[in-house]
C-alpha cells in the first residue's frame, strides 16, 4: 500500500467496480460513435447501407437464421457456420498435428533439425495467398484446397514454434532419461510430448486468428456456402446490414474458441499454467 | 466522472463527422469534383483522358476541377461511390441498379458508353453446345452480369437457374479455376474469356452478342450534384467524345492511344483491339443518344429489374421489382414514380452531339 501512496500513475490500480467499467468503455464508445454515425447517415438517406440502423441489422439477423431463405428453404446462418467451420475444424486439425509431429521432430532430433529447420523457416515465409493458384491446381476447386490453404497458413509457425519450445527443454530432463534407459522413442512420447501438450494450445491460440483470416479468403475465392462466401457475395451489394451481423458472429466464434482453449489448458495443465505464473 | 462524459461526447462528435464527411460530397454548387473508373475495355478511355489532359481541358473550360482516380477493384468503386466519396463513377446498368439505385442514391446514367456485344461469355469445357450446360457445376462471379448472362441462356432453353449449380468464384481466380479438373463451365467477361478460350477444349456457347445491348457499360453521376452543377456533366461528356473521337479513328494517333490503354489493361494494342471488337462503343455522341433513347433500354432494365428482384436484390422488404423507379430520356418511368432512383439521361450526350459544348 505504501507503493501506491507514492502516487506514480504506473502505481494507481482502479477498484473492482471501476475497473469493470474501464473494461466496458471502448466498446460502448464503439457502439456510441456507431449509432450517431449511423443517425446521421440515415437522416441524409433513409435508404443508406454503410451503417445501417440497430433495427435493420436485427431484421438481417432474423432472416438470415432464423427464417428459411426464399430460394433454397435453407436458414442461411447456420448452414454458412457449419460449412465454415468444418473447414477450420479440418485446417486447424491438420495443421495442429503437422505442427506438432514435424515440431517436436525437429526440435529434438539433430539429424531432422538439420534437414528442416531451414527449410521450414524459408517456407514459412512464403505467403499462401501468392500461391494459391498452385494450391487450386494441385488440390482442385473443392474443400480440399481450402482446408490446404489453412493448413499452409499456419503449420509453418506451429512447426516453428514448438521446435522452439522443445530445445528449451532442459536438457538435464533428456540426459537423465537417458541415464534410465530411455530410447528415443521413449523420450519423445514419455518426455517431450506430454510436455508440450499446454505449448500446442498456446500455438493453436495464437494460430486461431490466422486461420480465419485464411478461411474467409479461401470462401471469398470458389464456394458455395460459408461465412465468407457470404460477406464476400453480399459485399457486391454494399449489404452491411447482413455483414456487420456476420462479423459480429464471427468475432464471437473466435472469442469462445480461444476462451474454451485457455480454460481447457487450465484444466487440463494446471502444472503449466502455474509454472507460468511464478515466472 | 464530468470530464469523462466530456470526453466522450466530443469522442463521438469527432467520430461521427469523420463518418458525415463522406456523405457531404453530394449537393450544393462545387468546384471540385471525383470519379472513379477500374479497369475495363469500355472504360480504359477515362483514364488515357485524364493522363493526356483532356479531361483537365474540359474542366478548365467550364472552370471546374475533376479528379479521376482509378480503382482495381470494381465493385469497390461502386460501394465508395454508394458511401458518398465520389460524385461520378463507372459501373454497368446492371450494378448501377443494384448498388447505388437500391441504396437509396439517385444516380443518373450520363454517357452510355458502349454495350457487351461478346465480351461476356458462357464457356464449356469438352461440349459445344449450351445445352450441355444443363446439371453442371457453373464458376462465376454471383450476383455480376456473368450471373445474368447465365440466366438469360437458360431461359433460350427454357430452364431456370435450379437447372445448374452456381459456383461463386472470384474473377481474378477463374483462369486458374478453370483448369482444375472439377471446373467444366464457366461464366466470365474479358480479357479473361479470350484467355480461356486460347485452352484447348473451351468451347464458347453463349455470349452476350445473343442478347445484345443488355449489358450496358455506363459512366453514372450522382443525380442532385448534377443538377445543381451541370458543368460537371458537360465537361465529362466533352471528354468522353472528344477522347472517343481520337482512339476510334483509324490513324496512328487512334493506334496509339489504344495501345496505350490496351497496355494500362495488361494486354496490348492487338489485345486491346480484339476486346474492342467485341464491344459496341458508341464512336459518336448521336449514336449513343439513339441508343438511349430506344424502347429497348425499357425492356433492357425490366428483365434485368426482374432478375434482381428474384435474388432478392432490390432490397428485402421489395414485395415487386417496382419498388425503385427507374426514368427514361422520354419522361416514362418503371416502377414507382414517386422514389425514381436511376435515370437515363440523354441530354448531355445530345449537348455533345451537337457540338454545344
Not at chain 1, 534407459?181 to 493453436?204: E, F, N, Y
Request: net charge negative; no cysteine; hydrophobic share 50%.
Amino acid at each position: 500500500m505504501a507503493l501506491s501512496r507514492s502516487g506514480r500513475l504506473i502505481n494507481k490500480h482502479p477498484g473492482s467496480a471501476a475497473g469493470r467499467l474501464l473494461a466496458v468503455l471502448p466498446f460502448a464508445l464503439l457502439l456510441l460513435a456507431y449509432a450517431v454515425g449511423s443517425d446521421i447517415r440515415l437522416s441524409e438517406n433513409p435508404n443508406d447501407k454503410l451503417l445501417p440502423s440497430f433495427s435493420s441489422l436485427a431484421d438481417a439477423v432474423e432472416r438470415m437464421a432464423f427464417e428459411p431463405d426464399k430460394r433454397t428453404g435453407d436458414y442461411l446462418l447456420w448452414v454458412d457456420t457449419v460449412a465454415s467451420l468444418s473447414r477450420l475444424g479440418g485446417g486447424v486439425l491438420l495443421a495442429t498435428l503437422l505442427g506438432a509431429g514435424i515440431g517436436i521432430t525437429v526440435g529434438l532430433i539433430p539429424y531432422a533439425r538439420w534437414t528442416m529447420s531451414a527449410f521450414i523457416a524459408v517456407f514459412a515465409m512464403i505467403p499462401p495467398l501468392a500461391v494459391l493458384p498452385i494450391l487450386f491446381i494441385t488440390f482442385g476447386l473443392g474443400e480440399t484446397s481450402k482446408v490446404a490453404l489453412i493448413v499452409f497458413g499456419i503449420a509453418p509457425f506451429m512447426m516453428r514454434d514448438l521446435a522452439l519450445r522443445v530445445s528449451e527443454l532442459p536438457s538435464e530432463q533428456i540426459v537423465k532419461a537417458q541415464t534410465l534407459g530411455a530410447s528415443t522413442w521413449h523420450i519423445a512420447w514419455r518426455i517431450v510430448l506430454p510436455q508440450m501438450m499446454p505449448r500446442i494450445i498456446d500455438a493453436l491460440r495464437l494460430s486461431l486468428g490466422s486461420a480465419w483470416l485464411f478461411l474467409i479468403a479461401a470462401e471469398a475465392i470458389a464456394a458455395q456456402s460459408g461465412l465468407g462466401y457470404r460477406i464476400f457475395l453480399l459485399r457486391r451489394y454494399l449489404a452491411m446490414d447482413v455483414i456487420l451481423p456476420y462479423v459480429f458472429w464471427i468475432t464471437l466464434l473466435a472469442v469462445v474458441f480461444d476462451f474454451i482453449l485457455r480454460r481447457y489448458q487450465v484444466w487440463a495443465y494446471p502444472w503449466f499454467v502455474s509454472e507460468r505464473a511464478q515466472s | 466522472m464530468k470530464l469523462f462524459s466530456k470526453t466522450l461526447v466530443a469522442l463521438a462528435t469527432s467520430m461521427s463527422l469523420m463518418v458525415a464527411g463522406a456523405s457531404s460530397v453530394n449537393a450544393e454548387e462545387k468546384k471540385e469534383f471525383k470519379l472513379a473508373w477500374s479497369i475495363y475495355v469500355g472504360w480504359m478511355p477515362w483514364g488515357w483522358a485524364a493522363d493526356q489532359g483532356i479531361v483537365d481541358k474540359w474542366a478548365d473550360k467550364y472552370d471546374i476541377e475533376i479528379e479521376v482516380v482509378q480503382f482495381n477493384d470494381y465493385i469497390e468503386s461502386i460501394n465508395q461511390y454508394t458511401a458518398g466519396a465520389f460524385d461520378g463513377v463507372t459501373a454497368t446498368n446492371m450494378d448501377t441498379l443494384a448498388i447505388p439505385s437500391v441504396g437509396g442514391v439517385d444516380t443518373t446514367a450520363l454517357i452510355v458508353g458502349d454495350f457487351s456485344n461478346g465480351n461476356d461469355a458462357l464457356i464449356l469445357k469438352g461440349a459445344d453446345s449450351l445445352d450441355a450446360v444443363l446439371g453442371q457445376n457453373v464458376n462465376l462471379v454471383e450476383l455480376s452480369v456473368s450471373h445474368y448472362l447465365l440466366a438469360r441462356a437458360l431461359e433460350t432453353l427454357g430452364k431456370a437457374e435450379k437447372d445448374v449449380a452456381v459456383v461463386n468464384t472470384s474473377d481474378a481466380d477463374m483462369i486458374a479455376a478453370y483448369q482444375t479438373d472439377d471446373v467444366t463451365a464457366v461464366v466470365t467477361w474479358n480479357p479473361l474469356v479470350a484467355e480461356i478460350l486460347e485452352i484447348p477444349g473451351a468451347n464458347k456457347v453463349f455470349d452476350s452478342s445473343d442478347i445484345p445491348g443488355e449489358i450496358m457499360d455506363l459512366t453514372v453521376v450522382n443525380t442532385e450534384t448534377l443538377a445543381d452543377n451541370p458543368a460537371f456533366g458537360k465537361a465529362l461528356a466533352g471528354a468522353w467524345y472528344e477522347t472517343m473521337s481520337i482512339m476510334l479513328s483509324d490513324t496512328p494517333e487512334g493506334a496509339a492511344a489504344r495501345a496505350a490503354m490496351g497496355e494500362a489493361s495488361g494486354t496490348d494494342l492487338a489485345g486491346y483491339d480484339m476486346q474492342l471488337a467485341s464491344t459496341q462503343m458508341f464512336a459518336t455522341a448521336s449514336d449513343a443518344v439513339t441508343f438511349t433513347t430506344s424502347e429497348s433500354v425499357t425492356s433492357t432494365m425490366e428483365s434485368v429489374r426482374t432478375f434482381l428482384f428474384e435474388r432478392g436484390l432490390l432490397g428485402d422488404g421489395a414485395s415487386s421489382p417496382d419498388i425503385v423507379g427507374i426514368a427514361f430520356p422520354d419522361g416514362s418511368v418503371l416502377g414507382d414514380e414517386g422514389n425514381v432512383k436511376f435515370r437515363f439521361n440523354a441530354d448531355y450526350m445530345s449537348m455533345a452531339a451537337d457540338g454545344s459544348l
